[in-house]
C-alpha cells in the first residue's frame, strides 16, 4: 500500500513538473539592457589622478530593470550603481572610478549582475598610465 501511494505522489510530481515546463504562461521573462558601449579605451591617464568612467545604458524591456550588484577585477576600482528599479525606457548608468596608481598599461574588468539574460554583462576599460 505504501509503495503504491508513494509511485502515485511520483508520477503526479513528474506530470506536474512536466506540465508547468511546457507551459507559455510559465516562462520566467526578463529585463533587457542595452549598453551605450561595454568597452572604453581611456588612452594615456596621468599618474595617481582618480579617473571616472561612465557606463550608460537603457533599459529596453517591458520589465523593471534590477541590478543586484557590480564587482570590479581588482582593489584599485570603485564602482557605483542604481540600486532602484529602473523603469523601461529609463537610462542609467554606472560608473567606475581608477585610482591610477600604477604606471604602465591597464586592462580592468567590471561585472554587472542583473536580471537580464545573460545575468552577467563584463563592462571593460583600458588604458596606460603615464
Known sequence: MKKTVLMTLILLAGFTFSAFQSSPNHSVEKAIIKWE??????GKIEHN????IT???????ELPLVITRVKPSCGCTVASYPKEPIAPGETKEIKATYNASAKGAFNKVVTVY???DPEV???RFTGEVI
Not at 37 to 42: D, G, M, P, Q
Open 37 to 42: 558601449n561595454t568597452s572604453i579605451e581611456l
Open 49 to 52: 589622478k582618480p579617473k571616472q
Open 55 to 61: 557606463f550608460k545604458f537603457t533599459n529596453k524591456g
Open 114 to 116: 542583473s536580471n537580464t
Open 121 to 123: 554583462q563584463i563592462l
